[in-house]
């Protein structure tokens, strides 16, 4: 069984390398155009999955970051993202996975509540992001986050790691059960 | 004359869309150029309505030049009708005599007059040897409705005709008998296939939707329109999944063809079966009669949205054999009971 690790590769020179899984390709898509509109000194390269695992003996660069879409829309794309979550190692979930949920805008197309996501990156400890992806400006701020995350958990922002990106990103709205 | 008539003509000439009413009026044929152009098409509707409806009587219009007319308004708006399609069935002993529309009108009339005493009938002809019959139906004591006509387009070298749904569901086996004798066949059976678009219907019925189709709003395939730039082409961009992607799209290409699909905007399903369920113990599953549940697809186009679930990641290629068999099977409205 094939399982994603942070750690399996040596990273390449000067590059940063993303993951986007999600069952609406055309969406990925757009998203990554948008995302390599960006300016930026690193060589980034957006990797568009339906699911997990991916395709073995292909070579791929290292994966800096793993972004799993949920569409709101849609209960598949929820149960996708569920069963690829199982092939990916534990090591990753210290700050180089993402969850981005789309759809919220439109309420009475929703077949997914907010809480289940919401549950879903709690249980991961992964930061989740809400951006309705069919919208160009949306898009395009979503874009420029994503670019920023990427950078931090490829180690190109001399200070800041992956880690303590994630413990920045915790929301003192919903704190871990734990913490409660 | 008569009050009524000029009720109707007004009627009639008020549903033309003023953009449309050089080109009805011409197609009509019964006001002549002359006529035509002695009236001012820059007025206000009312005021030209007026002034036509003038010179229908000047003319002496009748019932049947009306109903003409009401014909062609239809021709241009099919798309205000919902459309059912009827087949008809010969026996194998049957009449084979080449068909002949001039007897075929004569008798179609005479067993709705025979019958009802008080009815219109109006016929014109179209292209592949089709008909158009506009009915307006009355009593014996009543004269007819002519607010509620029916409209059927018979293909006389085909058992099919197609009759707009109307209210008037007691007329429905008259018109069918009229039918059936008057084109010499033996049964006529409603098929479970119903559309506003009667181009897309009649493609579907005589199998012409493999070649390019010609709708009059052709929408474009969900994942071309979401596609807004040819990112395709960047090489930072890696589909993982291409094997996949390549499979979805060969599948699809194999249901649903390279062509635009013709154009439907539901499917229903009316299920009765018993309930399935992994769990034990589960009340519903214990029922002993079957569950009745309908399923209602809509679509502004049907079958392009079926096409374009696959590629947009919504559902698994194939899609289920329930949703694909609808341009095979001539059929829009299904029952489904346990086997």
Not at chain 1, 45 to 62: F, I
Not at chain 2, 199 to 218: C, G, R
Not at chain 2, 220 to 232: K, W
Request: hydrophobic share 40%.
């Amino acid at each position: 069984m094939s399982v994603l690790r942070p750690h399996d590769q040596l990273p390449g020179l000067n590059a940063a390398t993303i993951l986007l899984v999600g069952t609406e390709d055309a969406l990925l898509q757009q998203l990554a155009g948008s995302m390599l509109k960006e300016d930026c000194a690193s060589k980034l390269k957006v990797h568009l999955a339906q699911s997990l695992p991916l395709p073995s003996n292909v070579n791929r660069p290292r994966i800096d970051l793993i972004v799993f879409v949920v569409n709101l829309h849609s209960k598949y794309s929820l149960q996708n993202v569920e069963e690829s979550l199982h092939h990916v190692d534990a090591t990753f979930f210290l700050g180089k996975v993402g969850f981005l949920a789309t759809g919220a805008g439109q309420e009475s197309h929703c077949s997914i509540h907010r809480n289940t996501v919401l549950k879903l990156a709690q249980a991961y400890r992964s930061p989740l992001l809400f951006c309705d992806l069919e919208v160009e400006s949306f898009r395009a701020t979503m874009a420029q986050r994503l670019v920023r995350m990427l950078l931090v958990c490829a180690g190109h922002v001399p200070g800041v790691s992956a880690l303590n990106l994630l413990s920045l990103m915790r929301s003192s709205e919903n704190p871990f059960l734990e913490d409660l | 004359m008569d009050e009524t008539v000029v009720e109707f003509i007004k009627r009639t000439i008020s549903k033309i869309p003023m953009t449309e009413m050089m080109t009805v009026l011409q197609a009509w044929d019964f006001l002549s150029e002359n006529q035509l152009q002695t009236v001012n098409f820059r007025k206000r509707k009312e005021s030209l309505v007026h002034d036509l409806v003038l010179l229908c009587e000047e003319k002496h219009a009748s019932v049947d030049d009306i109903a003409l007319l009401d014909i062609i308004y239809t021709q241009f708006h099919q798309h205000q009708k919902v459309w059912d399609v009827y087949q008809m069935t010969k026996e194998p002993g049957d009449d084979i005599d080449p068909f002949d529309m001039k007897h075929f009108k004569y008798s179609f009339k005479k067993i709705l007059q025979r019958a009802l005493k008080n009815v219109s009938v109006t016929f014109r002809d179209a292209e592949e040897n089709a008909v158009w019959i506009r009915i307006a139906w009355g009593t014996q004591h009543r004269k007819p409705n002519q607010y509620k006509p029916t409209y059927v387009v018979y293909y006389s070298q085909t058992p099919y005709a197609f009759v707009s749904s109307s209210q008037l569901r007691s007329s429905l086996p008259l018109l069918g008998q009229a039918l059936t004798i008057a084109s010499k066949h033996h049964r006529i059976v409603k098929m479970d296939f119903r559309s506003r678009y009667l181009d897309s219907l009649k493609a579907i019925v005589f199998k012409q939707y493999d070649q390019t189709f010609e709708t009059h709003n052709m929408t474009t395939p969900l994942q071309e329109r979401s596609l807004g730039l040819d990112i395709n082409m960047d090489p930072r961009i890696i589909h993982e999944n291409r094997i996949e992607k390549d499979r979805i799209q060969r599948v699809t290409r194999e249901i649903f063809g390279d062509y635009p699909q013709p154009r439907l905007e539901f499917a229903q399903y009316k299920l009765e079966t018993k309930f399935k369920s992994d769990l034990n113990g589960n009340i519903l599953a214990e029922r002993k009669e079957p569950l009745r549940c309908l399923v209602k697809f809509s679509s502004p186009n049907l079958l392009e949205a079926l096409k374009s679930l696959a590629p947009a990641g919504i559902a698994d290629a194939p899609l289920s054999p329930l949703l694909t068999c609808i341009p095979k099977k001539r059929m829009n409205y299904f029952k489904i009971k346990d086997k």
